[in-house]
């Protein structure tokens, strides 16, 4: 009968049960293990993991029997797992607790994230769906939302579905197809200089499918195959102070407070100020949708993570001065910055976060979604502003930690023949990405290890420190490769 086992070493590298050269997988501090039995002195574990099958075109779970090559340390339960997964252009982090429970923070719009959680939790989809707690949508940008549309929409071989889910939450702005900037997001108000939106949602299944734009239409679609599939859903707006929607984790120390967005009352009705476009005062769509993210803080124990969102300068200047004057800490050891490393953010709020490790995720897809993401006075303002204690921050984007593998021969078509006749060049620049840039961070409530992969199985970062009651931090180690 198998055993349940965590890891209590940082990281545990796993081979073939009697063959030490086969390197299998590589766990991490807090991961669980079930163990079967030992063997030389040494235990054995049954792992379950998605291998891609070419024929089939898909994955499939293989089970099989592994052992580290030195015995491994183990402890008495789990700890809090952060994942920022490399979705390319756009977010998508997983939250896990102690205890199990799972909340989605946005998913990309592609597949990438789908097919992440296709490889990460190949032990549970092996018999069930992956049942998460709660999905949160920061706000409706389809780079974060459009990958939960195919997440849901996903079946497993056996026709069931990929995951299910409790609980949605968003921020209450819904987008249209219009291209009027005061249309867009329905409703709105005029209260002296200010322009409101008037027309937020709290149930996103319950729109009128007139009022949405073609990725929000497909997006309600999935909430209703996942009300079915399910059997209950309850969608959600967050503000401001919404912290007991997440009541229902369970773990003692964890505590989910909302930072924004920000909600006003124009007429009676909760509303939300237009913002603008830097450096012109005219009236903004994608600054709005973006500014008025849901933004969460996180915390376990001693430690802290913000999760910001597309928050922008206007947005954060406006949250700084709010929790001032509410008393809120925006103090975190773990930031995930806004909006992809966008230039538009404000030195005066990193300042107020002091964070010790930052992440940023993006990534390159096409020309078309080329912003430059992360921005080089950015990254250099996350080194300014980073916990002025830590001689070496860690700052991380996810498509810096990513791997690419350089293609050795790759043709482009040529619309018609060169001057020497041939239809098709060499394309000397040609990659592909071998390895995502995955972003783990885990901690205890007191020690957190963050760690990355890189493009041998056998190698990987990581680093470790330790927070006080006071938010001071003392590293234990520079790397471990």
């Not at 994955?59 to 052992?67: C, H, I, M, R």
């Not at 079915?228 to 120390?253: I, P």
């Not at 709010?322 to 030195?347: C, I, M, N, T």
């Not at 995955?438 to 199985?457: C, N, P, Q, Y």
Request: glycine share 8%; proline share 4%.
């Amino acid at each position: 009968m198998a055993t349940k086992r965590y890891l209590a070493d940082d990281i545990v590298k796993l081979y073939s049960a009697g063959d030490s050269k086969t390197l299998v997988a590589t766990l991490f501090w807090g991961d669980e293990v079930s163990e079967i039995g030992r063997r030389n002195g040494l235990p054995v574990f049954r792992l379950a993991r998605a291998e891609w099958n070419e024929k089939r075109g898909d994955y499939e779970v293989v089970t099989q029997e592994v052992q580290p090559r030195k015995p491994p340390k183990f402890r008495k339960g789990s700890v809090l797992k952060v994942r920022f997964v490399d979705v390319g252009q756009g977010d998508g982090a997983m939250i896990e607790t102690p205890r199990g429970q799972r909340l989605l923070v946005d998913g990309g719009e592609g597949p990438w994230f789908r097919r992440y959680i296709r490889v990460a939790y190949a032990y549970i989809l092996k018999t069930k769906p992956l049942f998460c707690d709660a999905i949160v949508v920061t706000h409706g940008d389809a780079d974060h939302y459009a990958g939960l549309t195919e997440l849901v929409n996903a079946r497993l071989r056996n026709g069931s579905s990929l995951i299910t889910a409790e609980r949605v939450f968003h921020n209450g702005l819904v987008k249209s197809s219009s291209e009027d900037v005061k249309r867009v997001f329905g409703k709105t108000a005029k209260v002296g200089k200010t322009t409101y939106v008037v027309d937020l949602e709290e149930d996103l299944l319950r729109v009128p499918a007139a009022r949405l734009n073609t990725p929000f239409r497909a997006w309600q679609e999935a909430l209703r195959r996942l009300k079915k599939n399910s059997g209950k859903l309850h969608v959600r707006r967050l503000a401001y102070g919404d912290g007991t929607a997440f009541d229902f984790l369970q773990d003692d120390g964890l505590k989910v407070q909302v930072l924004g967005p920000i909600v006003e009352e124009v007429r009676g009705k909760p509303a939300l100020p237009f913002l603008k476009r830097p450096g012109t005062g005219s009236l903004s769509a994608s600054h709005t949708i973006n500014g008025h993210s849901v933004v969460l803080k996180v915390s376990y124990g001693n430690v802290r993570f913000l999760l910001g969102g597309d928050l922008n300068e206007e947005s954060e200047e406006r949250l700084l001065a709010h929790s001032r004057e509410r008393g809120d800490s925006l103090a975190s050891e773990v930031l995930k910055v806004p909006h992809h490393g966008s230039a538009d953010f404000s030195p005066r709020a990193l300042e107020a976060i002091r964070p010790v490790v930052s992440v940023v995720s993006s990534g390159d897809e096409t020309v078309a979604k080329e912003y430059i993401h992360p921005r080089a006075g950015l990254m250099g303002a996350l080194g300014k502003y980073s916990r002025a204690s830590v001689d070496r921050p860690l700052v991380y984007a996810t498509e810096m930690v990513a791997f690419f593998r350089r293609v050795k021969t790759a043709y482009e078509k040529l619309p018609r023949p060169d001057k020497e006749g041939n239809r098709e060049r060499e394309m000397r620049n040609a990659y592909e990405k071998k390895a995502f840039g995955i972003v783990h961070v885990r901690t205890d409530g007191e020690r957190v290890l963050v760690a990355t992969h890189s493009g041998k199985d056998n190698q990987k970062e990581s680093y470790a420190f330790r927070v006080d009651e006071r938010g001071d931090v003392r590293f234990e180690e520079t790397a471990i490769l």
